[in-house]
């Protein structure tokens, strides 16, 4: 292993700049060189690579988003991008590549082991935290800290004027944020991708609560939950209804793209130190197709096809949890 690649591809997580900063700085220190390729598969299809190394990384530990950017690319989706992706990796003589993303990049990396024979490892960085073989994701511990105090903002202007706030927080198809910043933040409600949920009960509660005096009521919704007619559960939707239903008055708030940026946590920023050094490790050792994490602190390899599978969230005991503090 003479020269390899690193990427970020998909949506941005914090984190991702730390992760770099580590894979390069590991490899550099093993005599192996290291090309940046910017805007994930995209750059790598154009060839947007550019030579890292030492100080290229100086102070980006600390920052958000990915000094290398990112896209989303239809065209790798296509054998004939995939095509274009292996010549320039071969045209620059790169021996593997470390992809630090989430789902759809994984899936990329699937295709350039099986596919096309290439040496890639996984680093999961997404805010959404929903790679199997990990219990942690580069980002999602930042984000949550992010989303909880927007909502601790939210809360106090609540309880001044004794409304109800519905914030939609991320996670289309897999409920972590909402479910841990409705613990987090002592929300009274959370709608999931993963649970049924009952609204006209939600009403009830709500209105027996402003019967015994309760002035304010905190509902976090993933924006991927459904409503029981299967209909999408959007936050403005949600306000609308639940004020036509009690007769109080509803606010809703989409914190949107502001839980992806910002500084990363210390969390995260250790992790994804750890994470890029065990990725630069695993290719030095011949190891392919495995994506790196986390497993109660100590570092753990899966392949890549495991990794993409979906993982399960737990919401029973948290969700119990969350109505019982009500």
Known sequence: MKRIGVLTSGGDAPGMNAAIRSVVRYAVHNKIEV???FRGYAGLINEELKELNHRSVS????????????????????EEGQRRAVQAIK????????????????RGGIELVKKWH????GIPGTIDNDLNGTDSAIGCDTAVNTALEAIDKIRDTSTSMERIFVIEVMGREYGFIALQVALGGGAEEVLLPEKKFDFPRMCDEIVEGNIRGKVSWIIIVAEGAHLPDGQIAKAQDIAKKITEMTGLETREVVLGHIQRGGIPTARDRILATRLGAAAVELLMNGQNGKAVGVISDDINVVDLEFAVTKKELKVDNFYRLIKILT
């Open 59 to 78: 102070n980006i530990i600390n920052r958000g988003g990915t000094m290398l950017k990112t896209a989303r690319c239809d065209e790798f989706l296509t």
């Open 91 to 106: 045209k620059n003589k790169i021996d593997g590549l470390v992809l630090i993303g989430g789902d759809g990049t994984y």
């Open 118 to 121: 290439l040496s890639c490892i």
């Open 35 to 37: 090309i940046g390729i």
